[in-house]
Each structure stands twice: as C-alpha cells, then as structure tokens.
C-alpha cells in the first residue's frame, strides 16, 4: 500500500532564516504531487503542485519554491522566511489529474 | 472557476444526534466530489468520494450523494459520536484550465459532539 511521509513534524524558525521541509511518497511511481498550506482557521492553498521529475507548477507567487530531484521526494524551501509563512503545510499524491488526493500528516511551521 | 461552498461552523451536537453539513459547488464540466475530515494536529484523510451524478459515498456511517440539479454534496450521518469532532472538507476536482485538474477545497466546518 501507498504512504506518504512528511517531516519534520514540527519547526519553529525566525525570521529570515531559510527553510526546507521534505516530502516523499512509498509504494507507487509517477505520483502527482501536491504543496498546500493551511493557515489558522482557514481552509487549503494549493501553492505548488507536479506531475514529474524536475517539473513543478507554481499556483500563488510567493517567496516560496518547489522542487522534486527524484521521483517520489517533493520539497518545499524558502531563501528567507516571512511572518506570514506561519502555517500548516500539507503534501498530498494522486495517480493522476483530477485523480483523488492523499495528504500526509503536516508540517507545522511556526516563524517568530 | 470552480468553487465549493460549505455551510459556517462551528457545529455543536450531542451525541447520538444526526448531522448534517451542506456543501454546494461550482464547476464546469463534471466534477469529483469530495468529504475530507482533518482531526486535531494532523493531515486530512479522505471520508468519501463520488464521482458522477447520482452516485452515494458512503464510509463509518457518513454518507453523501451527488446531486448535479442542485450542485450539492451534502455530508449527513445517522447518530454521531464523540469520536467524530473533527474539521470536514468538502472538495471537488474538476479542470481548471490549461490541461490541470485541481482540488478545490471549501473552507472547512468544525464539528464538536460532547457526550
């Protein structure tokens, strides 16, 4: 069966400091991957999403990026964080587009 | 574009009550509709899924139908527990342009059963 892993679980970080959560998927190839954040008492933002090696689509300009250096690993980094980074920072696959979606259990991001 | 709306919560129930939270959406074409449920701290697993008119999702009690005439997606269940207190997504996937699909979430209702 599919699992989908995310870590760290937790991570508080200052202002302006850099960041990188990780994101990988067991038990199937080609995933269609997907970085969405949640913020306090609101609903999901999808802000990136790929269909393949090396090809990432980016939903909301931010200073935020993606990338996917192998098939089943999706990483979020940002150069300098933001106040407004704070969130609850969700990765999900699909076999496909418009296929249905899998999250992983979050990444809580706290910028102080 | 595509949008789903769900009714505001938060939603108190007692238990054994019966529930019932409204979806409606819009979209072009026929899109899959989704119930997603978010427990405190974690991620969102999938509750259930139909992806045609007429179609009943249907897992731990929940139920939903897809009802094209009146764009609904309604998230019912019979008797609710303690054990159900949790956020409920409702989400469609349907083309968003420019050969993408996306899942279009609505804002999510809070659910509290209190014994």
């Known amino acids: 069966s599919q699992t989908i892993h995310q870590w760290p679980a937790t991570l508080v970080q200052p202002v302006g400091s850099p960041l990188s959560l990780e994101c990988t998927v067991e038990g199937t190839s080609n995933p269609n991957l997907y970085w969405y954040r949640q913020a306090a008492g609101r609903g999901l933002q999808l802000l990136f999403y790929?269909?393949?090696?090396?090809?990432i689509s980016s939903e909301v300009p931010q200073n935020l990026s993606a990338s996917r250096p192998q098939d089943r690993q999706f990483i979020l980094s940002s150069k300098k964080l933001l106040l407004s980074d704070s969130g609850f920072y969700l990765c999900?696959?699909?076999?496909?587009?418009?296929?249905?979606?899998?999250f992983g259990p979050g990444t809580r991001l706290l910028v102080l | 574009g595509n949008s789903v709306t769900q009714m505001e919560g938060p939603v108190t129930l007692s238990e054994e009550a019966f529930l019932t939270i409204n979806c409606t959406y819009t979209?072009?074409?026929?899109?899959?509709l989704f119930w997603y449920v978010q427990y405190p701290g974690e991620g969102l697993q999938l509750l259930l899924k139909a992806t045609k008119a007429d179609d009943k999702g249907s897992n731990k009690g929940f139920e939903a139908t897809y009802r094209k005439e009146t764009t609904s997606f309604h998230l019912e269940k019979g008797s609710v527990q303690v054990s159900d207190s949790a956020v409920y997504f409702c989400a469609l996937s349907g083309y968003s342009g420019a050969g993408s699909y996306q899942l279009t979430f609505g804002k999510g209702t809070k659910l509290s059963v209190i014994p």
């Open positions: 790929s269909v393949g090696i090396g090809q």
């Open positions: 999900a696959w699909s076999l496909g587009p418009g296929e249905t979606q899998y």
């Open positions: 979209a072009t074409g026929y899109p899959s």
